[in-house]
C-alpha cells in the first residue's frame, strides 16, 4: 500500500508526564523528528504518588511549553504539520483535558484535523513504530499504571485477553520498597536490593496461577511481604540488610513467574509469533529474561522497545494517531476527555485499576 508522508504533532498529558512529540510517517515506517517529555517527578515527591490537582495544573502550565520545543528540536513550523494527535484518555481526567483544550485551539487555530488517541493504543501500537511488526502480535503491558495482555490486529483492533484484577505490577514494587524503606520509584531500587538475596527464603505467594485464564493480582502478594516483615520485626526488632535483600528477591521471583506463567497462557492461547511488552516494569532485568524465554520456547519474536519508548511519551501517541488518521478517523471540538475507555469494549470491565488513575 502506498501512503503519503505524513508529519502528525502528537500531544501526551494522561498522568505524570507532559510530553510532545513530532513524527513523520512515510510509507515504509516512522521517524521521531522530535519527542520531549517534561517529568513532574520532584512535583509529587514529598506525597510519596501522583497528586491528580497538582499534576492537572503542571500539566495546563507546561503543555504549550513542550508542544514549542517539540516543533522547535524538530525543526517543523506548524504549516508543515498535517494533523494534531492528542490522548483523550484513559488517565487522570484534568491532566487530559489539558492536552485536549490545548490540541484542540492548535487545531482550531492552525486549521489542522484533531485526533482524539487512547494512551494505551500508543503503547500498545509502539512496538510497530520501533520495531516494525507485523500484525497481530501479543502485547503485555506492565508499568505502575498498566497491567494487560493484548492481541493487537490492527491500529483499531484490540483483544483484551486478561489483566490486573487489583494492582499494577509498578505499583506493588513501589509499595513494596515503600515498606523496606526503599525510596521511589519503588521498581529499580527493589531490583537492585534483589541482586544480593535468596528468593527461596520467604514463601511467598504466586497469586492467581490457580485460576485458567490470564487475569493477574498484585496486592495479596504485597501484602504477604508485609506481613514477612512485621513477623520479623516482631521476632527481632527490625529487619537487617540481607532480610531486604531477600525479601526483594523473593517478591521480584513471584511477580517474575506470575507474569512469566501468564505469558506462556497467552502465547498458547493466541499462537502470537510476536510478544511485544511496553511499560517501566519491563526494565526489570529478571522479568525481562523470563519472558523472552518464555516467547523463545513459542517460537515467537520477542520485542522491548527501548526504554524512553516503553514508558509514557508523546512519539507513541502522535504514532497511533497517524495510523488512525491514515484509517480516516478524524475528530472534531466535540472530542471528550475521559477517565476511562477501555481498548477492547468487547471485554467485560476489570474490577480494579491502578493508583495512579483509572487506566481502564
Ligand atoms: O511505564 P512507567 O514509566 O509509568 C507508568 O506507570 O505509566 O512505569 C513506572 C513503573 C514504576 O512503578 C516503577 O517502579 C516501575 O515501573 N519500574 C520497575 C523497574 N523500573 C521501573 N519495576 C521493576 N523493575 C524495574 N527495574
Ligand atoms: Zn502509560
Not at 512515510?26 to 504518588?49: C, D, K, N, R, W
Not at 508542544?67 to 487522570?92: E, I, M, N, S, W
Not at 521511589?184 to 544480593?196: I, Y
Not at 516503553?310 to 491514515?326: E, P
Request: aromatic share 4%.
Amino acid at each position: 500500500m502506498m501512503h503519503e508522508t505524513l508529519t502528525i504533532l502528537g500531544i501526551e498529558s494522561s498522568c505524570d508526564d507532559t510530553a510532545a512529540a513530532v513524527l513523520r510517517m512515510g510509507a515504509t515506517g516512522a521517524e521521531i523528528l522530535s519527542s520531549v517529555v517534561l517529568g513532574q517527578g520532584a512535583l509529587h515527591a514529598a506525597y510519596g504518588g501522583v497528586v491528580p490537582e497538582i499534576a492537572a495544573r503542571a500539566h495546563a502550565e507546561k503543555v504549550d511549553v513542550a508542544v514549542r520545543a517539540a516543533l522547535v528540536q524538530a525543526g517543523v513550523a506548524l504549516a508543515q504539520v498535517d494533523a494534531v494527535a492528542v490522548t483523550a484518555g484513559p488517565g487522570l481526567i484534568g491532566g487530559v483535558l489539558a492536552g485536549v483544550m490545548c490540541a484542540k485551539g492548535i487545531a482550531a487555530g492552525a486549521g489542522l484535523p484533531l485526533i482524539g488517541v487512547n494512551h494505551l493504543a500508543g503503547h500498545a501500537l509502539t512496538p510497530r513504530l520501533t520495531d516494525r511488526v507485523g500484525w497481530p502480535y501479543l502485547m503485555l503491558l506492565v508499568s505502575g499504571g498498566h497491567c494487560q495482555f493484548l492481541t493487537v490486529a490492527g491500529p483499531d483492533s484490540f483483544t483484551r485477553l486478561g489483566g490486573t484484577i487489583d494492582d499494577a505490577p509498578g505499583e506493588a514494587f513501589d509499595k513494596v520498597a515503600r515498606l523496606l524503606g526503599l525510596p521511589q520509584p519503588g521498581g529499580p531500587e527493589v531490583e537492585r536490593a534483589a541482586e544480593g538475596g535468596d528468593p527461596a527464603r520467604f514463601r511467598l505467594p504466586r497469586p492467581l496461577l490457580d485460576r485458567a485464564g490470564c487475569d493477574l493480582s498484585f496486592s495479596g502478594l504485597k501484602t504477604a511481604v508485609l506481613r514477612a516483615r512485621d513477623a520479623l520485626i516482631a521476632e527481632k526488632g527490625g529487619i537487617t540488610r540481607q532480610d531486604r535483600a531477600d525479601l526483594c528477591a523473593g517478591f521480584q521471583a513471584a511477580v517474575r513467574d506470575v507474569l512469566a506463567e501468564k505469558t506462556r497462557r497467552a502465547l498458547a492461547q493466541t499462537g502470537a509469533p510476536v510478544l511485544a511488552v511496553a511499560g517501566g516494569v519491563a526494565a526489570n532485568g529478571a522479568i525481562r529474561a523470563a519472558l523472552n524465554e518464555v516467547a523463545e520456547a513459542h517460537g515467537a519474536r520477542f520485542v522491548a522497545p527501548p526504554l524512553a519508548l516503553c514508558t509514557d511519551n508523546a512519539a507513541m501517541i502522535a504514532h497511533a494517531g497517524g495510523a488512525l488518521f491514515r484509517l480516516g478517523r478524524r475528530d472534531d471540538m466535540t472530542l471528550a476527555a475521559r477517565a476511562r475507555w477501555p481498548l477492547d469494549t468487547a471485554s467485560p470491565a476489570m474490577l480494579g485499576h491502578g493508583k495512579r488513575g483509572a487506566k481502564a
